[in-house]
């Protein structure tokens, strides 16, 4: 039983990935000389090369992309990346009162805690909401 890193069965992902298109391209170059001297149908030559060394270069990066976690792997890469963006949030008091029903504001309220403030006409005390900037 071997154990092998994720880095390591990626590699030899891309190397078998690589290793399927280059002997697809030869198989394709291949089939294209033996058409065009067997039969001498240009068209048909080239149609096969081209048809074989399309597939093998889908098969061989499909290889390499399952190898490398997938398309997926990319997707969460790019979602941490703008998650990483630094975000400005300020605190405000609600904007009434629920005791008493009075207008709060950050200018007529008493912060009485970092996160707390005090209704100017009933004293009731409420918790600041976060509102990013």
């Known amino acids: 039983m071997s ?21 697809g391209s030869l198989v394709g170059f291949y089939l294209f000389f033996n058409a065009l001297f067997s039969d001498g149908s240009v068209i048909q030559a080239i149609f096969t090369f081209m048809f074989v060394a399309v597939v093998s270069v889908l098969v ?6 399952r190898s490398q976690g997938g398309l997926q792997t990319v997707v969460m890469t790019t979602r941490r990346e703008r998650q990483a963006v630094e975000r ?7 904007r009434f ?14 912060w009485t805690g970092p996160l707390t403030v005090k209704c100017p006409y009933c004293g009731a005390s409420h ?6 900037v």
């Open 88 to 94: 400005t949030y300020v605190y405000e008091p609600p």
């Open 60 to 65: 061989g990066v499909s290889i390499i992309v």
């Open 97 to 110: 009162c629920s005791t008493c029903g009075g207008d709060l504001n950050p200018q007529n309220v008493e």
């Open 127 to 132: 918790n600041a909401i976060k509102r990013e």
């Open 3 to 23: 154990s092998m890193s994720n880095e390591e069965s990626g590699c030899s992902g891309a190397l078998l990935g690589v290793a399927v298109m280059t002997i």
